[in-house]
């Protein structure tokens, strides 16, 4: 069976354990690597469920009980709403949606909503809402809108969050003292001096020590703190709250959940249809968003575990929104709380080792067992200690990692109204309000572009920072005709973006002062400016001036902005003493400060990175990182001779020791291209290699030809198309067996029996500037996949 490779979340990818070293094959054999790979045989369906699929559940229901009934608490539903919820999201989620180890159930940031529709409507209609926001969600499922959701501003997502988490804790403030919560944010603060003075000691009493288990649980130190962080903290804390409330006698209101021959269904919400419009249209964004979000974020937890459990697939996001909606249906038809993925648990699921679905659709059958079992257990919890928790998460959504985040991105405006707008107008409301303050700050940076002209040294320098458009065209003209008649003159490009009329007025300044004899040099220009210095012959065309950008990393170079042309030696050196000087000026005082911490401090790279010695591969630049992470091994194709073969070269061997025990990188991963010269010279030469030092060096590669040509081994592909040729077949085989030679080194042996280090394989299409990462295709048993990297877009961080 072959593999594929197939488009994937670029950190959810692991290597699959590969097979026996490849040994030496025949010149027939080699002869008939091109043929085209067999079909791949559909793999054989049987429902199996793994034992960290049957761990990982127990873990999630004990961490979901509690949970779901304190939430079920603070919207003023009926308890037995979220054990309804939680259980649809489990079993009709957890087996439809498009993230296989997302945990849905009631959730946090649904609170708020739920509780303001109780209010208005009561609770069947808002069943009946939570009925119609899961046929909205299905619609924009089967519109495969999804990915929309990604675009809304991560300002006002936690902003959002944090402002629900604001109402949830100051609510359940009220509870916790021993009172009732108010309709609003505002009433609760200002019903809270006279909570304050009528306080219940044994609610204040319970609540104080579920908190202080809460948060004192995953804190215990020694070997005897890991075995007991086993037991989640949520369960703990109620437990250990119900248990010294009943020991003790006190009297104090406890859950209280009626005969479910009573429990109430879905009913038609009624009353001014643009109020009943707007709940729904409110439901179905919180939940959408959440969810969506909170997919993306598992699909980062599964890429940080180690080995084979990162072997899960991308979540399809719109799957997964038709996965919710039809839980929303379901819920909402059987009177439970509105269903969305749930941060907590789903980092639970994924944390315990979980590596399926089932995992997910297990927790739900718990819940349903609990839920019809455990009645009388569950009718001694103090609604207090539900309340303490509760309130504890509610305090958590206010993250200062958020905080943190959107000052450094000068967001905290967004942000903050987002913020206030939820606590005040309600989640709708606040989250308009923050969208227009995003789209402002947007425009008002788009439209804020500082130009300043100075004279050093006979030299006139026009700076222009920020985004050049049609606003900024007058003010550029009076800094641009400042500069002399015949003068030197340099224009700083310190932005992004240009549009048509910036550019055409910056490229007749720069005809009309050069043919008055003066002299124009342009950097930071992204559009193929001529610049001084520069040979523009007719064989290689205007060349864009190596300019260091401020993209993802200190000193990155953006893509085309460093592309240098032929001219001999002279031109060669002439290019590189002036690429130098540019980057003297322009890019060392940005990395000055942070290559001092470096110099300092010493290097910390995560990650060991071993590709070709081509020159077409920039590594800083396809993988967007700066100084300091990454330690990074070049040779000619990307080749990892095996231990006892080295022929006298033992540097890649050092590296791989230097990089494991010293560094103690968390990862390696071995990088090929397409178009690769050495791969090319395996095949032209085949197993009889050259004498030659580059001959000696490519036999370190017969093991991939060899493999390539081994019918009976599973062949390596790409996702979405077939290799172009033989050469690159060989050149994708060639990383899985160069991950193979990382193996059979010891220091690499050690660190993956100890789950310290992960392997990666990459491989990097340079005519389609495409990156792809090896994988293995969902259901599948043997073979690799290199699956395509989608764009940034699609990788935002979730709340």
């Given at each position: ?7 994937t ?20 054999h080699i ?5 085209p ?11 199996r469920?793994?034992?960290a ?7 999630v229901?004990?961490?979901?009980l509690p ?32 993230c296989p ?11 708020v ?11 069947q209609?808002?069943?009946?809402i ?5 046929l ?8 495969r ?6 675009a ?11 402002g ?59 070997r ?12 703990v ?7 010294t ?16 021959s ?21 439901t ?32 399809d ?10 839980a ?15 941060a ?15 995992s ?12 019809l079992?455990?009645?009388?257990f569950?009718d ?15 305090i958590q ?6 905080i943190?985040?959107v ?8 942000y ?7 606590v ?11 969208v ?13 572009t500082?130009i ?5 040294g006979?030299?006139?320098?026009v700076?222009?920072r920020?985004?050049?458009t ?30 048509h009329?910036?550019y055409?007025s ?15 040099e ?19 065309g205007p ?14 170079v953006r893509?085309g ?7 001999g ?24 400060e ?24 920039v ?12 330690f ?12 006892g073969?080295?022929?006298?070269d ?24 397409s ?35 081994d ?22 085989t060639n ?6 030679h ?18 990666h ?6 005519g ?7 994988g ?5 048993e ?17 709340a």
């Open positions: 069976m072959s593999s594929a490779c197939v488009p979340h670029p950190e959810s990818l692991g290597l699959a354990q590969a097979g026996a070293r490849a040994g030496a094959t025949s010149p027939q002869k008939g690597a091109d043929r790979p067999n079909p791949p045989t559909p793999p054989r369906r049987r429902f469920i793994e034992g699929d049957l761990s990982a559940s127990v873990s229901f004990l961490i979901a949970l779901s009934l304190g939430i079920a608490l603070a919207t003023g539903a009926p308890l037995q709403a979220g054990l309804v919820a939680a259980a649809v999201g489990g079993l009709v989620a957890g087996r439809l949606g498009g180890l997302q945990v849905s159930g009631p959730a946090a940031g649904l609170t909503v739920t509780a303001d529709l109780i209010h208005r409507y009561g609770w209609a808002t069943c009946g939570t009925v119609l926001a899961g909205a969600q299905l619609g924009l499922g089967c519109l809108v999804a990915r929309t959701a990604l809304v501003s991560p300002a006002v997502v936690h902003g959002m969050l944090a629900i988490g604001v109402t949830i804790a100051v609510a359940q403030l009220h509870i916790v003292l021993g009172g009732n919560p108010q309709s609003s944010v505002l009433a609760n603060v200002r019903a809270l001096p006279a909570q304050l003075a009528n306080l219940h000691p044994a609610a204040v009493a319970m609540s104080a020590l579920t908190l202080a288990l809460l948060f004192g649980w995953p804190r215990i130190p020694g005897a703190g890991r075995v007991l962080r086993t037991v989640p903290a949520a369960l804390a109620v437990a250990g709250a119900t248990a409330a009943s020991l003790t006698g006190l009297t104090l209101p406890r859950v209280d959940l009626p005969s479910w009573s429990h109430a269904l879905a009913g038609l919400p009624e009353g001014p249809v643009l109020g009943i419009v707007a709940a729904v249209l409110t179905t964004l919180v939940c959408g968003v959440q969810s969506l979000l909170g997919a993306v974020a598992v699909d980062k937890l599964v890429a940080g575990r180690p080995g084979p459990q990162s072997r899960v697939g991308r979540s996001l719109d799957r997964e929104l038709l996965g919710q909606g039809a929303n249906i379901v819920s909402g038809a059987l009177g439970g709380l509105p269903v969305a993925g749930v907590v648990r789903s980092s639970a699921n994924v944390q315990s080792g979980a590596v399926s679905r089932n997910t659709m297990l927790h739900g059958v718990f819940v349903v067992v609990a839920a079992l455990m009645v009388p569950l001694l919890i103090p609604l207090a200690s539900l309340a303490a928790l509760v309130m504890a998460v509610g959504m206010v993250s200062l990692h958020h943190r985040t000052t450094r991105h000068r967001e905290v405006a967004v903050v109204v987002t913020t206030l707008g939820v005040i107008l309600g989640v709708l409301g606040g989250v308009l309000l923050g227009a303050v995003a789209v402002a700050v947007a425009l008002h940076r788009l439209a804020r500082r300043t002209h100075e004279e050093q006979g030299v006139h320098r700076h222009v920020g985004q050049l049609f606003l900024a065209v007058p003010r550029l003209s009076r800094a641009l005709h400042l500069v002399p008649q015949g003068a030197p003159a340099v224009v700083e490009l310190d932005g992004s973006f240009m549009d009329a910036a055409e910056l490229r007749d300044w720069r005809r009309a002062h050069i043919s008055q004899g003066g002299s124009a342009l950097t930071g220009c992204r559009v193929g400016v001529r610049s001084p210095g520069y040979d523009h012959g007719p064989e290689h060349r864009p001036e190596p300019r260091a950008g401020h993209g993802h990393g200190p000193g990155l893509p902005l460093a592309r240098w042309g032929g001219g030696a002279a031109g060669t050196g002439h290019e590189l003493a002036q690429g130098i000087g540019l980057f003297q000026r322009d890019t060392a005082p940005l990395v000055r942070e290559l001092a911490r470096l110099a300092r401090e010493g290097q910390r790279p995560s990650q060991l990175f071993l590709t070709c010695a081509d020159s077409r591969l590594t800083s630049m396809i993988t967007s990182s700066g100084p300091g992470d990454l990074v091994v070049r040779n000619v194709g990307n080749l990892v001779p095996l231990p073969e080295e022929n006298g033992d540097s890649v061997a050092a590296a791989i020791e230097y990089a494991v025990d010293v560094l103690k990188v968390r990862s390696i991963t071995v990088c090929g291209h178009g690769c010269g050495a791969m090319q010279a395996l095949l032209s030469s085949g197993a009889e290699g050259g004498t030659s030092p580059l001959g000696r060096w490519l036999r370190h590669g017969l093991p991939s030809l060899a493999r390539l040509a019918d009976g081994r599973p062949g390596v592909r790409l996702a979405g198309r077939a290799a172009a040729d033989t050469a690159e077949r060989l050149c994708l990383v899985v067996q160069q991950l193979e990382l193996r059979a080194h010891d220091s690499v042996a050690r660190a993956l029996g100890a789950g310290e280090l992960e392997l394989g990459m491989y990097f299409h340079v389609e500037a495409q990156a792809y990462l090896l293995r295709p969902e259901g599948e043997e073979g690799e996949v290199f699956e395509g990297v989608p764009g940034a877009e699609e990788l935002r961080s979730p």
